[in-house]
């Protein structure tokens, strides 16, 4: 049985990457930081239509949490076959020069410290030297790691480059190990994370920049995701998928 881990699991880009991976018959395990009830009501979407998923609270910038949790979904469900890392902060819209060396420090920790040890967490159960069968990871990224984010989130934009580093240098070293590990590049999404930033309506304010000349729904990047970790995609590692409507 295929059991999948989506970190960040309760709302955006991750609540329907996990509704769209139980429909395709995998055992999904929703990971989230803070809110419980959106956790919990992915949960129960998914047990509604025959799916078979839990709900764990870990952080995963916290390495002894990491590894509570992927012990705890080995308990459950057994080893995790598909990891999808999707969970990251950003805040408010700054220049580089207004940052703090903490603000810094807390986007690295979630958006690249965290991408890091659930990956390795990850390898040591899929790795065919380690007794496992193989496996597929998907790095949520973003078109920041192109773009640069002058003048909003530069932090962000460089965790996220470090995330597609992260993607490309981990594919070639388990490549021979039945592990492949892709990433997506998501624009301008209908998300709560631009909130965060301090402007929920950033989508619409800038949408018309865009070739496409409209913003993307989650599911659309959560169908690419699906696609990635499935065996549609078995010749595709160390490659990125860009879903930013031409930009």
Known sequence: MSVALVTGGSRGIGRATAILLA???????????????????????IR??????????????????????FAEIDKV????TALVNNAGILFQQST???????????????NVTGYFLCCREAVKRMALRHGGNGGAIVNVSSAASRLGAPGEYVDY??????????TIGLSLEVAAQGIRVNGVRPGLIYTDIHASGGEAGRVDRVKDLLP???????????????????????????????LAGGK
């Open 96 to 110: 580089v020069e207004e940052l703090t060396a903490e603000r810094i420090n807390r986007v690295m920790a979630t």
């Open 48 to 69: 509604a239509h025959s799916g078979e998923a839990i709900a764990i609270k870990a952080d995963i910038a916290d390495e002894l949490q990491v590894m509570a949790m």
């Open 23 to 45: 429909q395709s018959g995998y055992k999904v395990v929703v990971n989230f930081l803070q809110n419980k009830q959106a956790a919990d009501e992915v949960v129960s979407i």
């Open 212 to 242: 496409m000349k409209r913003g993307g729904q989650p599911e659309e990047v959560a169908e690419a995701i699906v696609w990635l970790l499935s065996e549609k995609a078995s010749y595709v590692t160390g490659s990125f998928l860009d």
């Open 77 to 80: 469900y057994g080893p995790v």
């Open 157 to 166: 934009a460089a965790s996220k480059g470090a995330v597609d580093s992260l």
